[in-house]
C-alpha cells in the first residue's frame, strides 16, 4: 500500500500539496456551529488540524469535519482532498 497525498483544492481548482504542521483537541461549547452544521449536543472535542503547503504558507482548519481550510490573508476556504 502507498501513501496518502494531500492537498488543498482551491479557487478555479488550483491544487496544492499540503503536509499536516500541527493538530490539537479543541474543547467545544455547547451550541458552537462552524457554519455549515450545528455539532451534536453531546460532543466535547474535536481535532484541529494545521497544514503547510510547498511554499510554507499555512492554512488552518475552520469547519468542524476537517475538510475546510482558509489561508491567513485570503477569505476563501479550500477543500482537503486526500488521495
Do not use: C
Not at 496518502?4 to 503536509?19: D, I, S
Not at 458552537?32 to 511554499?55: C, F, Q, W, Y
Amino acid at each position: 500500500m502507498g501513501s496518502v497525498a494531500m492537498f488543498l483544492e482551491g479557487p478555479g481548482q488550483e491544487r496544492r500539496p499540503v503536509k499536516v504542521l500541527s493538530s490539537e483537541h479543541v474543547r467545544l461549547r455547547s451550541g458552537a456551529t462552524d457554519g455549515i452544521r450545528i455539532v451534536h449536543p453531546l460532543a466535547s472535542e474535536i481535532e484541529m488540524k494545521t497544514l503547510i503547503d510547498a511554499n510554507g504558507e499555512i492554512a488552518s482548519q475552520v469547519d468542524f469535519d476537517g475538510f475546510r481550510f482558509k489561508y491567513k490573508d485570503s477569505d476563501l476556504p479550500w477543500t482537503l482532498v486526500v488521495g
